[in-house]
């Protein structure tokens, strides 16, 4: 069976069927080619991964009009280690539209919201999170509104230490949202914990 492709194959560019085709996505004709899977190998993987999904407040990338390819977050188990790898997220509601559009500062709350609920459905909290990098549409304009929010709701958590943090200016996918936010989160994977108080 051969993958739909969400682009139009008879209006690519010299450079674009040249890469694609090298790629191994095009045969030398043109066509499309079937994708071959790999290989199933007979140990486990060293890293399990699994999707991870919020639909109470966030509706999956992939069920858009026009699909976005990423997952909401992944999870990962490494050798008794959880990471929680949590996608540029916004003020989003779980229909897939802009929540708060022109308030900053509820499009800050939301998207607080709306990473705490991914948190959630892994048994986690922001206790967890180690790292964010935080997309601003207008640094200049934003930055402190954004920075007060941060430092109100890290401290009405009782963070300590706090995340490791960067902050950006970035044009986001939409043009309504103002502020994106992705995080990641380590802890000790339950299992590992049992064995070792077990």
């Known amino acids: 069976m051969t993958q739909e492709l969400w682009i139009d194959t008879g209006a690519l560019t010299d ?15 043109g066509r499309v080619r079937e994708c071959s899977k790999p290989s199933g190998s007979s140990r486990p993987p060293l890293i399990q991964k699994k999707a991870m999904h919020a639909p109470g407040v966030l ?4 069920e858009y009009a026009m699909p976005s390819s990423f997952s909401r977050g992944l999870r990962l188990d490494i ?19 802009t929540v708060h559009a022109g308030d900053f500062g509820a499009q800050c709350w939301r998207t607080y ?12 909290t922001w206790h967890e999170v ?8 207008d640094i ?17 958590l009782g963070l300590d230490p706090l995340p490791a943090s960067v902050g950006v200016q970035a044009r986001l996918c939409r043009d ?12 000790r994977s339950r299992e590992s914990a049992i064995k070792d108080h077990g």
Do not use: P
């Open 59 to 62: 509706k999956e990338a992939f």
């Open 140 to 156: 200049g304009r934003n930055y402190d509104a954004f920075n007060r929010i941060r430092t109100s709701f890290f401290n009405w």
């Open 176 to 187: 309504d949202l103002l502020v994106e936010i992705e995080a990641v989160a380590l802890f």
């Open 15 to 29: 450079g674009e069927r040249d890469e694609m085709t090298r790629l191994g996505i095009l045969a030398e004709c």
């Open 113 to 124: 919201r709306n990473i705490s609920a991914l948190l959630e459905s892994e048994g986690a």
């Open 130 to 137: 180690v790292r964010t990098t935080c997309y601003l549409q």
């Open 79 to 97: 050798g008794g280690v959880t990471a929680l790898l949590i996608s540029g997220t916004a003020s989003v509601d779980e229909n897939g539209d």
